[in-house]
């Protein structure tokens, strides 16, 4: 599967903003999928994931009640709905697929994971 992450950009603290990552291949579904965010100077950092089926999610709890993460299997897409904004928000955000929203959750890295998308780019001012 392929991904591609879109829907970053700038926005004032408090703000909101929707992430969207849309996969290529005809096994989205069967995947587990996260977001994970990196900020300069910070290390990569587990955002959420959510399982295939969308009964499981999980989050950060630098993240918990402000983001919701959700998927559209019929639209191969996964979403990240990202409320209350704050400028320690900001980061390139990647979504990535694997299975198994446990391992997600642990905080692998690109390179351990079936598959990484290209960035976008969050800016929280403040």
């Known amino acids: 599967v392929q991904l591609q992450a879109s829907g970053g950009g700038l926005v004032q603290a408090g703000g909101s903003l929707k992430l969207s990552c849309a996969a290529s291949g005809r096994t989205f579904s069967s995947y587990d999928m996260g977001w994970f965010r990196q900020a300069p100077g910070k290390e990569h950092e587990f955002v959420s994931a959510?399982?295939?089926?969308?009964?499981?999610?999980y989050y950060a709890d630098s993240v918990k009640g402000r983001f919701t993460i959700s998927r559209d299997n019929a639209k191969n897409t996964v979403y990240l709905q990202m409320n209350s904004l704050k400028p320690e928000d900001t980061a390139v955000y990647h979504c990535a697929a694997d299975r198994g929203v446990g391992y997600l959750r642990s905080n692998p890295t690109a390179e351990n994971l079936d598959a990484w998308g290209q960035g976008t780019q969050v800016t929280v001012s403040s």
């Open positions: 959510i399982s295939w089926s969308g009964v499981t999610t």
